[in-house]
């Protein structure tokens, strides 16, 4: 069983940044490949960015390319996601999740643990 808890969330203006932190409970976080994914009001779950679980390998959504970063640091038990040049677009609830995996896989379905949220709202 593994417990997820994000923070970092907030109001933002558009071209802003916002670095988002997700701490896993547990001493196997290194043994789950991480990632984000977010949820827009009215709007299906969608894929943001996943990374391996010992990080060297990384995934993203065609849409946050170059302005979003994953990273992790298993000593911390922590997945991060630093997200610059914000969007009106990026205003959703952001969750992270854990694949049992080697990673970094973008579907949802391959993912067996999730957090509760963090909203991040950019103002345009």
């Known amino acids: 069983q593994v417990q997820l808890v994000e923070s970092g969330g907030g109001l933002v203006q558009a071209g802003g940044s916002l670095r988002l932190s997700c701490v896993a409970s547990g001493r196997t976080f290194s043994s789950y490949a991480m990632g984000w994914f977010r949820q827009a009001p009215g709007k299906e779950r969608e894929a943001v960015a996943a990374?391996?679980?010992?990080?060297?390998?990384?995934s993203y959504v065609d849409s946050v390319k170059g302005r979003f970063t994953i990273s992790r640091s298993n000593a911390k038990n922590t997945v991060y996601l630093q997200m610059n040049s914000l969007k009106a677009e990026d205003t959703a609830v952001y969750y992270c999740a854990a694949d049992r995996g080697y990673g970094p896989r973008l579907s949802q379905s391959d993912y067996d643990y999730w957090g509760q949220g963090t909203q991040v709202t950019v103002s345009s």
């Open positions: 990374i391996s679980r010992g990080g060297s390998a990384t």
